[in-house]
């Protein structure tokens, strides 16, 4: 093993493209299998293996940021060249996510019966069967917690491949392992068995693997207690961030739920939905910079962390941003098309407004990454924690005044001043950033006129058929000026090479 990371661009953009495959993945199934489950489960047994699925997302909460927390520490180790210290920090992660594993499973398989029985409308036939399915299904919680820390750990070594060929897996095997079991019996405790199985197989090759990608045998020396309070407090930022983020993601929801009609939350939640899919670039983004961060700032190369910066937010400027833009200028014909002109009529103003947000919030992604990488999570929390009331009270008077688009705009008002606030608060740490470079401004002022001549195209009284031609060319001469002015002859250089080794490995028609 290398005795430090080599970061480059090149393999950020492949660990980004393998992230992003490792998440698509497990979603093609889903929409493949689904049809099958829900035709041999029937509605209630798929209502309660949907929960468990449920209790499994909210799970993420409770290993109280461990996961992030071995993946900052891990990478900066890594970057500093210390290898020394790597088995502590995973070991003592692993025995914390197994504790908080096995206390949340205890909780689950304790009171399973009671939540069947009294806390959810389960028909009597099923009672026996679905407080089985959930003791099985509490079983796998220090499976997944401890499998967050040995992935978390090949990503802060830049071993994408392996996080996201498990990713898939897992994944997949939440929605295959259901469709299989339907062929053969519709009981849950079987299915539940056999999910139980499959992620404990999965774990052992996980565990296998980090052991022999990493220097992670645990000895004497390297398993001391000390990292376990770094981990927690890390963590335990990280966790009250999460917190803060669900109440400003779904406060909008409750509000509208409860100031307005049940189908004006359809008509927002709609455009949410489909803007929330868009941002699995930006989440991926995250988990590829966040180790690399991380692995900077434990080498102290403040000159590397400025060059990471301000590329991963042009990179952001000249692609995640314009994509946004377009979905804001063409939102009625998207919805027109995909859900119908009542549809469209109702929502596109919404999807316009939070595509804006959205775009907005791509760019604070690298400043919030940034910060988690060299240990500030506590800032990142206490800016949720300043903006959360200020959105809830800035949103009911908005929905009160405006409705859904009002609601619209005020979250994608509270994207604007998070990103600000994230920018700087990056520009305070580590002596600073330095300045922003003369090409950064080029570089929005490049995607801003994109947008602008895309709307200027889109409003003009012509045809479909040729505003989509002029679209076309719009987007195809920004391409021209990206790869021409945008991009340096090193980056150019750089996706030339890339290229021609995807089209070397692609197999060639005999």
């Not at 409705?403 to 979250?411: E, L, S």
Request: glycine share 12%; charged share 15%.
């Amino acid at each position: 093993m290398r005795n430090r990371l080599e970061i480059t661009g090149q393999a950020l953009i492949r660990n980004g493209l393998l992230n992003i495959a490792g998440q698509g993945l497990p979603f093609l199934f889903g929409l493949l299998s689904m049809p099958v489950v829900v035709h041999g489960l029937g509605a209630e047994r798929l209502g309660l293996l949907i929960f468990t699925w449920t209790l499994l997302g909210v799970l993420g909460i409770a290993d109280l940021g461990l996961g992030p927390a071995v993946t900052k520490h891990v990478a900066e180790a890594l970057g500093r060249g210390d290898h020394g210290a790597i088995p502590g920090i995973l070991w003592w992660a692993a025995l914390g996510q197994v504790v908080l594993g096995g206390m949340a499973a205890l909780l689950l398989a304790s009171g399973a019966g009671m939540l069947v029985r009294e806390m959810l409308h389960v028909s009597p036939a099923l009672h026996e069967e679905a407080t089985g399915a959930f003791r099985l299904a509490a079983l796998t919680f220090p499976i997944v917690l401890v499998s967050t820390s040995f992935r978390s750990a090949l990503e802060a070594a830049q071993r994408f491949d392996v996080a996201a060929a498990y990713k898939a897996a897992s994944g997949s095997a939440t929605f295959l392992i259901p469709m299989l079991g339907t062929l053969v019996s519709t009981d849950l405790v079987g299915i539940m068995a056999a999910l139980l199985v499959a992620r404990l197989l999965l774990l052992a090759v996980l565990v296998r693997v980090a052991v022999r990608s990493l220097p992670a045998r645990p000895t004497r020396h390297a398993m001391h207690a000390a990292i376990l309070p770094r981990l927690l407090v890390f963590g335990g930022w990280v966790t009250i961030s999460g917190l803060a983020g669900l109440v400003l993601t779904y406060t909008d929801r409750f509000i509208i739920g409860g100031r307005l009609a049940m189908s004006a939350l359809a008509y927002y939640s709609v455009p949410q939905e489909m803007i929330a899919r868009l941002t699995v670039i930006s989440a991926s983004a995250v988990a590829v910079l966040f180790p690399a961060f991380s692995a900077l700032g434990g080498a102290g190369d403040l000159g590397g962390l400025q060059r990471l910066f301000y590329r991963s937010a042009k990179y952001m400027v000249l692609t995640v941003l314009p994509a946004f833009g377009l979905i804001a200028v063409v939102a009625p014909d998207i919805l027109r098309v995909w859900l119908g002109p009542d549809l469209a009529g109702r929502s596109a103003a919404v999807l316009r407004i939070l595509a804006v947000g959205a775009g907005v919030q791509t760019l604070g992604v690298i400043p919030y990454t940034l910060l988690q990488g060299l240990g500030r999570s506590d800032l990142t929390a206490k800016i949720h924690l300043i903006e959360a009331p200020a959105y809830v009270a800035v949103l009911a008077i908005l929905v009160g005044a405006a409705g859904i688009v009002g609601a619209a705009a005020a979250w994608s008002g509270r994207m604007v001043i998070e990103t600000i606030l994230l920018y700087l608060a990056a520009g305070r740490i580590r002596g600073g950033l330095g300045d922003a470079p003369r090409d950064a401004r080029c570089m929005a002022g490049g995607a801003i006129v994109l947008c602008g001549a895309s709307a200027v195209v889109y409003v003009l009284p012509l045809p479909v058929a040729q505003r989509a031609v002029l679209l076309t060319i719009v987007v195809v001469l920004f391409g021209r000026w990206v790869w021409r002015v945008a991009l340096d002859a090193e980056e150019r250089e750089g996706i030339a090479r890339m290229i021609a080794a995807w089209r070397s490995a692609w197999p060639r028609p005999r």
